[in-house]
């Protein structure tokens, strides 16, 4: 049996990545540029020949980074007391990494639950793997520094006497 391998995928570029503004709960679409990009990336690790071979594709995740349960993917055998990945692919509630997903070609045997459904059994699929929307491969929720950039936020807490800012000890108020 083969080692298991994880590959986590962040979504496309969209204008808020693009010019340093924190993206959470904000709906934004992919730039043109982000598409394209992922197109490329798709067809740079996905294929037979690739890194990521669909066939072989246990679970996917595309989603947005900072505090991913890893654990919520794994599933205890009890009779050999080992963690086993789940057959299901995550991702993001957030069309950003949807459409990420979709982009990367990865063909799934049934179309994503944001699709509709369509046949068993498409002859274009390369995974039986299967996809699920899940708030645990979401990014957390920016609050009041959503669409901020890291400056305005530092700008905004000096004039407050609040101090610098890090967002692993100070957090988001609101968020």
Not at 31 to 57: Q, S
Not at 71 to 78: D, E
Not at 104 to 129: H, M, V, Y
């Amino acid at each position: 049996m083969a080692t298991p391998r994880v590959f986590i995928i962040r979504h496309g570029e969209t204008e808020w990545s693009l010019n340093g503004r924190h993206t959470g709960t904000s709906e934004l679409p992919l730039t043109a540029n982000g598409e394209k990009r992922i197109r490329a990336t798709g067809k740079a690790l996905v294929g037979p020949d690739r890194l990521i071979v669909p066939g072989k594709l246990a679970r996917m995740c595309v989603f947005l980074p900072f505090l991913f349960p890893f654990t919520n993917l794994l599933n205890l055998n009890q009779q050999t007391n080992q963690y086993l990945f789940n057959t299901t692919s995550y991702v993001s509630p957030r069309h950003r990494a949807q459409r990420t997903l979709e982009l990367l070609s990865i063909d799934c045997n049934e179309k994503f639950p944001w699709q509709g459904s369509r046949e068993q059994g498409d002859e274009n699929a390369k995974t039986d793997a299967k996809c699920t929307v899940t708030q645990d491969a979401r990014e957390w929720d920016y609050g009041d520094y959503e669409g901020l950039t890291s400056k305005t936020i530092r700008e905004q807490r000096k004039e407050k006497g609040e101090g610098s800012w890090d967002i692993w000890r100070d957090g988001c108020p609101g968020g």
